[in-house]
């Protein structure tokens, strides 16, 4: 049972620009703004950290990560919006967030808002990662070779987390992340190549 810490956080979900939308499967980028009081007025001093927690329905969370204080935040606390990227989400399954603050106590808030999204399903066949033209509509052809080279070495993930990254994690650089892990890599390239030729009936 968590330590009741009388803050509260606002949790949303980011995908694109800090805007709230529709990615393609697998990944999500989540932010809130650090919270700077507790709920009776007084100044929070000792904020540690957040606890981002997930699952398949609402409010029963299955999974759950540490986040450090602040991501290239600077002093004083709640001058910058946080953010943390999360990938390897099941293409089709709708994910439900939440997140909580806790103090060097060890104390821990309340959950945040809930925040959801629907992961699209995976392409057909794999690697089929535009329809443009309609001739490649339904088969791995050339042309998703060179949609998926024009996004080579773009990610969300780790390193990659970082504002400055985010509008470059465009829907088109989701299509051609296959394995979902938040980088267009030379996995990603090997399922491709792998299916190069392939339909979908």
């Avoid at 000792?46 to 606890?51: C, E, T, V």
């Avoid at 981002?52 to 910058?80: F, K, L, Q």
């Amino acid at each position: 049972m968590k330590k009741k810490l009388l803050i509260s956080l606002v949790l949303f979900v980011l995908f694109l620009f800090f805007g709230i939308g529709t990615a393609m499967a697998g990944t999500a980028i989540l932010g809130w703004e650090p919270p700077t009081t507790n709920v009776d007025g007084t100044v929070l001093t000792n904020l540690a950290g957040y606890k981002i927690y997930w699952g398949t329905s609402s409010r029963n969370y299955t999974n759950s990560v540490n986040v450090p204080i602040c991501n290239g935040c600077p002093s004083p606390i709640g001058t910058e919006d946080e953010y943390h990227c999360l990938a390897q989400f099941q293409p089709g399954v709708t994910y439900y967030f939440a997140a909580t603050a806790y103090n060097t106590s060890g104390a821990e808030s309340g959950y945040s808002n809930e925040a959801f999204k629907t992961m699209p399903p995976a392409t057909c066949p794999e690697g089929n990662v535009t329809s443009y033209p309609s001739i490649s509509a339904n088969r791995v052809d050339g042309y998703d070779l060179i949609f998926f080279s024009k996004r080579f070495g773009l990610g969300m993930a780790g390193a990659y987390c970082t504002p400055a990254n985010f509008p470059k994690w465009d829907l088109n650089a989701e299509k051609c992340d296959l394995n979902y892990d938040g980088r267009v890599d030379g996995y990603d390239q090997n399922i491709l190549s792998s299916n190069f030729g392939k339909y979908c009936q």
